[in-house]
Each structure stands twice: as structure tokens, then as C-alpha cells.
């Protein structure tokens, strides 16, 4: 057995991990941030421990950590995180000093990455990308059935690959970053200037206010006929494929996996994406990149970061 741990801006989720990937106790604790980095490093090791308490005799080979930003893989330091009170932390090593298990932590996109590869919907493939269509746009790369951190564990930022040079500005810095324009907020806020572009618009009736749209709005107009819905998706799918198109020519991996809640639209998103790459795409001859939709939910990060350290 192997503890997973995915650590987010809302929750600290945990579990007891098989070899085989199966998930046999989970627990979650909420995310308090206000007591700064000992607080949140006692509440982790507090998951951990209660963890290792209902493993009873099993045998814990290990504990990982996924978390939500910059995570030096080698050195086990949380380098830096946006939403969570860590810089330069050693996570690992404190979780070590306080359960005497060896502890590895990885950024919880690979995490996902890693479990949807080895257990979930790309199970059959070595090399896949995953993309997760949530507030911005995360990613983990998975290359030869291992992640893929890069020299210093920050490999793998796709949400902040360029689409437009002078395009609209980034918390990032740069300008025109693919996740303004894929990510389920980007899509929340073109369906609001479609809104208020088209008053007779269907998505006024869905979401009943600006207030209230979400990354359906537009989706579920687009099943009613709606116009300007339609037209929404359509770009937004553009937007999404033409970050596609980019990672496939770079990597040209035998699968990218799509997660997040914009994912659950299925062939709705992927049907447009797929005839966009077929199109557009540089290799256009012999074996072509698949795409799958995610399967494992929310346990991915937990599962994944179980087999971080392999």
C-alpha cells in the first residue's frame, strides 16, 4: 500500500493506494490557510497519520503529495504555490520527520496525468498529455509511462503557452496565454459578452443573470439552437484546438487527455477539436494523436501522487 495525498486550495484529500491503483480508504479535510505554513503542514501530516492509522497492518511502502503549483520533484521543496502559504517549503521532508516514510511530491497535474495513464483512460498508451480545462489551464506530460517535470520539476505550464502576442494580459506577466482564452473561465467570459451582445440570446433564460453563467451556458444553448450559443462554443472550441495543434506538433503524443468540468461535455468538445487537428495539423499521415476524456475524477490526483518517487 501507498499513501496519495492532493493537496488543493479548497481541500486536502488523501487516501490508501494499492499497487494496482485502486483506491481502498479516502478522507478529506478542509484547506485552512490562515495559520500560514506550519498550520497547513500539521494538517497534512495529520491526513497522513490518519491514513497510516486505518491502514491497520498493511504495509505502507510510501507517501506523495500533488500540489497546486511549483513542486521541485528532487529536492521535495514546494517552491512556490498561488493560492496556498508555501515558498521554498520542504514539504517532503517534513512529512518524513514526522511518519518516518520516504515522501515524494510532484505538481497535482502530473499527478492526474500520471493515474488517468497507468489506470485510467490512456492505459494503453506510454506518452500522453493531459489538459484540464478548470479556472486556468493545467497540464501534466507524461512521456514513456513516467512525468515529465524538466530540470527543475516546472515542465508542462500549457495554460501559459502564447495563442495572441498582444493579446489580453495574464496574472502570469505575459500576454495572450492559452488559458484566457480555453481555461472554463475564459469560457464564462465569452458567454457573458455573448450575452450581453445578444439579448434575445437563450443563455439569458439558462443562466438567468450574468451572475450565474457557468461553463454549461453556452453548451446547453448550443442544444437548443441557439445562435449566438452556438457561436460561442464554436469559437471556444477553436480556441481550445488551437493550443491542440500546438502541443501535437511539439510532441506529437499518442494521446492527450481532457479533464476538468468542460470535459464532461464529451464529443460536444472533442467532435469540434478532432476536425480542427485533422485539418490543421502538421503530420496529417500515419499514426494520429487520440483523444480520451478523463475518467478517474477527483481520485486521479490522489491515485497519481501515490506513484510519485517510481
Not at 529536492?75 to 515524494?104: H, M, S
Not at 441557439?226 to 480556441?239: K, L, N, S
Amino acid at each position: 500500500m501507498r499513501i496519495g495525498i492532493d493537496l488543493g486550495g479548497t481541500n486536502i484529500a488523501g487516501g490508501l493506494v494499492s499497487d494496482d491503483g485502486k483506491l481502498v480508504y479516502k478522507t478529506s479535510i478542509p484547506t485552512i490557510t490562515d495559520k500560514g505554513e506550519e498550520g497547513l503542514l500539521s494538517a497534512i501530516s495529520d491526513v497522513v497519520k490518519e491514513i497510516i492509522t486505518k491502514a491497520g497492518d498493511e504495509k505502507i511502502t510510501c507517501v506523495g503529495i500533488g500540489v497546486p503549483g511549483h513542486a521541485d520533484d528532487q529536492r521535495g521543496i514546494v517552491v512556490y504555490c498561488n493560492n496556498i502559504p508555501f515558498v521554498n517549503t520542504d514539504l517532503a521532508g517534513y512529512i518524513t520527520k514526522e511518519t518516518n516514510l520516504p515522501c515524494y511530491i510532484g505538481n497535482d497535474a502530473n499527478a492526474a496525468a500520471l493515474a488517468e495513464v497507468r489506470f485510467g483512460c490512456a492505459k494503453e498508451f506510454d506518452n500522453a498529455v493531459m489538459i484540464t480545462l478548470g479556472t486556468g489551464i493545467g497540464a501534466g506530460l507524461i512521456i514513456n509511462n513516467r512525468i515529465f517535470a524538466g530540470c527543475n520539476g516546472a515542465a508542462g505550464e500549457i495554460g501559459h503557452i502564447c495563442l495572441y502576442p498582444d493579446g489580453i494580459e495574464c496574472n502570469c506577466g505575459r500576454r495572450g496565454c492559452y488559458e484566457l482564452y480555453g481555461s472554463a473561465t475564459a469560457l464564462k467570459r465569452q458567454t457573458r459578452e455573448a450575452m450581453e451582445n445578444n439579448p434575445d440570446s437563450k443563455m439569458w433564460e439558462i443562466a438567468g443573470s450574468l451572475d450565474e453563467v457557468n461553463g454549461k451556458t453556452a453548451f446547453d444553448a448550443m442544444r437548443l439552437g441557439d445562435e449566438a450559443g452556438i457561436a460561442v462554443v464554436e469559437q471556444y472550441t477553436r480556441y481550445v484546438a488551437t493550443g491542440v495543434l500546438d502541443i501535437i506538433n511539439l510532441l506529437c503524443p499518442e494521446c492527450i487527455i481532457f479533464g476538468g468540468g468542460i470535459a464532461k461535455e464529451g464529443e460536444n468538445l472533442l467532435g469540434p477539436i478532432r476536425k480542427i487537428v485533422k485539418k490543421e495539423c502538421y503530420s496529417d499521415y500515419g499514426r494520429q494523436t487520440q483523444f480520451q476524456i478523463a475518467e478517474l475524477g477527483n481520485d486521479a490526483g490522489i491515485i497519481g501522487a501515490a506513484f510519485f518517487g517510481e
